[in-house]
């Protein structure tokens, strides 16, 4: 490979892995190019990206991303890279899933979700979260349920002392 393809290579690297919110270290090893073509492709449908890059380019496009990797964990062997600048944990589940589905490889090294150093267990734990925007309405429900309690108990004190003016009024007529 020639200087300026390597150089080439890591410019459009570094430009992606500076804007991506997830980056995994992943191991293909015993991966068709099939199968690599399949996972990438369900990846793209979560706004996801999956690169074989070589060990010491990838090293030094994370370096210039400005992604500290210092005894985070190792570059041995075949290693492909997983990023994306979309939803993280979409992308984990896509991931997860074409994982199980090909006997667990390729297999995750170690990575980085919003520039924080995750182990390849925290990885597959974070695949099992729901989406943002699902985190998101639980959310909203859980901080508007305290208001509906209240709506509920004023409303049933308004009810129950209608009834009673409503009682108190057939009884007079009677």
């Known amino acids: ?15 992606s892995l500076s804007s991506a919110h ?7 090893k015993g991966m068709s190019v099939e199968s690599i073509t399949k996972l990438r492709d369900e990846l793209r449908k979560v706004n996801g990206e999956y690169r074989v890059i070589k060990n ?6 994370l370096k210039n991303a400005g992604i500290n990797t210092d005894d985070r964990g190792s570059f041995d062997g075949t290693t492909a890279i ?12 896509a991931f997860y899933n074409f994982s199980n ?10 990575g980085f979700m919003e520039r924080q150093f995750i182990t390849a267990d925290q990885a597959k734990e974070l695949s099992t979260l729901p989406p943002r925007d699902v985190l998101l309405a639980q959310l909203i429900g859980q901080m508007q349920a305290p208001i509906y309690s209240l709506h509920a108990v004023l409303s049933s004190l308004l009810r129950n002392f209608l009834h009673v003016l409503d009682g108190i009024k057939d ?4």
């Open 1 to 15: 490979m020639l200087k300026q393809q390597k150089a080439k290579i890591i410019e459009e690297m570094e430009e």
């Open 22 to 28: 997830l980056i995994l270290l992943t191991d293909y």
């Open 56 to 61: 010491t380019l990838l090293r030094i496009s």
């Open 82 to 93: 997983l990023f994306t600048s979309g939803d993280p944990i979409l992308a984990l589940k």
């Open 101 to 110: 589905d090909n006997a667990n490889i390729p297999v995750v090294k170690w």
């Open 171 to 174: 009884k007079k007529s009677n």
